[in-house]
């Protein structure tokens, strides 16, 4: 896994600026951050293995919540399952869950943001242990140079080339051009991470 530091030494020399003459660290690393942040969304929208966790939960004896912040990286939802029956709770929308009546031992769930819990209907009535599955928070607004790249370093090479060419056209970037470079980016990471993903763009693209 190599810090961003090491991106932004291959991204200058792909550019033609290893003298530093045009582009500041700081610029750079700018652009690497939204190129994380768009890579993300993809990441999450299409489902993308590499990108998703999971953490064990035990709930309490009576008690029809557990806090969700305990999970302290959780960001997106995937799905909650019991470890004993392996089977999958049902998730509740706001709806489901204010018309639910009566309920067996976790039927039910739902995500009370604002509370900051995961409720639980009907109530469980001893320990049990659950595994929540979930994509972690990717949020690079506090990133340095120093900071290691997230995914394990999967996606490096395909943000460098995003980086590289958006520094490259940056005087010419309009709203269409902006489009097609992140439509692009969602090709490179589909094409190689989802095989059987559907070819988003014409051409050979920028990789």
Known sequence: MAAISALITEIRTDISDDDSTRFSDTQILNVIKKAIRRANRIVQRNGLQFGKKKASLTTTANQAYLTLSDVTDFDVLIGLWRDDTHEKLKLATEDEWERIISADELDYYHLDYANDKIEFNGTPSSAIALTLH???TIDPSAYTTATTMPWAGRLDDIVMEYVGV??????????????????????????????????????????
Do not use: F
């Not at 520094?167 to 969602?186: A, F, G, Q, R």
């Open 134 to 136: 979930y994509y972690p």
């Open 166 to 207: 958006r520094l490259k056209t940056i005087d010419e970037m309009d709203v269409s051009y902006d489009t097609k470079l992140l439509t692009d980016l969602e090709s490179q990471i589909l094409q190689s991470y989802m095989p059987n993903a559907p070819q988003m763009v014409e051409g050979s693209g920028w990789l």
